[in-house]
């Protein structure tokens, strides 16, 4: 397994400086995720900035993947309008990973915001249309995409048998995200039983977002501080024969350097 850490951690800095310590922390993999304050979203600004990014990272020996834009967003949005500027952002994020060098893309399936069974079904047919054109998109453009896990029963296709239905369907793969894992099964009253998830995930496991939490708020704690088993994530992932990235998605901007320290730790323990 490659060990990486997302830039959500740096939101406060600028990415071209954290590389160095990167580098020397021992990570293998950076996602980077195509959202302000890290790029304008403005495509002629941000492509040379890209392409400079994917150059450094391979000159450190760093692989990157990219989270598509998510902030203010809604992938099933109600509003024609939304959708379709969710669906474009999308693309630019999936041009960015191939300016980058990488390969796998990450992007929500959204929320649906009135919670009765007409306007979930109807979410649900808006996350497969669009899913079904960025998948397309992504084989023109030679990356793959990774349909993440929400962490509510109002994010569509957020169970893990169901989401590996979706993304068979479309051509795409999943990107399990555990401390998301853990807030829906807690939501549903259930401890999480991640044995479970990977096997049914199966072969569709293409990307593993890892962080911890306490059952109740979505805090990206490092692994192992919040109540997620990570030997028995570990240990499945060596049974489904799982090589690819894990990425700890953490969150705390004010010691940065600090928190990746500790990302690394973790992530050694668990899956190095």
């Not at 929320?111 to 996350?127: L, M, N």
């Not at 296709?157 to 989401?163: Q, R, W, Y």
């Not at 496991?205 to 059952?215: K, P, Q, S, W």
């Amino acid at each position: 397994m490659k060990l990486g850490l997302s830039s959500l951690l740096f939101v406060r800095e600028k990415l071209e400086g954290v590389l160095p310590l990167l580098q020397e922390l021992g990570y293998e993999c950076l996602e980077v995720i195509y959202e302000v304050p890290h790029f304008s979203l403005r495509w002629e600004e941000d492509r040379e900035r890209l392409r400079g990014l994917g150059r450094e990272l391979r000159e450190r020996g760093m692989e990157p993947s990219v989270h598509t834009p998510f902030l203010d967003l809604n992938p099933v949005s109600h509003l024609p309008q939304l959708f379709e500027l969710n669906r474009k952002l999308a693309e630019r994020g999936m041009e960015a990973c191939r300016l980058l060098g990488g390969e796998i893309v990450v992007i929500h399936t959204g929320t649906c915001k009135i919670p009765t069974q007409e306007f979930r079904r109807r979410a649900r047919e808006r996350c497969l249309s669009l899913l079904r054109s960025l998948a397309e998109r992504a084989g023109e453009l030679g990356v793959k995409l990774a349909v993440e896990n929400g962490s509510s029963p109002s994010n569509p296709f957020s169970v893990p048998a169901e989401l590996r239905e979706l993304v068979e369907e479309v051509g795409a793969g999943i990107a399990y995200d555990v401390g998301h894992a853990n807030l829906r099964e807690r939501e549903e009253g259930r401890r999480l039983d991640v044995r479970s998830h990977i096997r049914a995930m199966g072969r569709s496991l293409l990307h593993l977002h890892v962080h911890d939490n306490r059952g109740k708020d979505d805090d990206h704690l490092v692994p192992g501080e919040g109540e997620i088993d990570f030997d028995a994530l570990s240990g499945a992932l060596r049974e489904a024969g799982y090589r690819g990235m894990v990425i700890a998605e953490l969150w705390d901007p004010g010691k940065p350097a600090e928190v990746a320290k500790r990302g690394m730790e973790s992530l050694k323990r668990y899956f190095g």
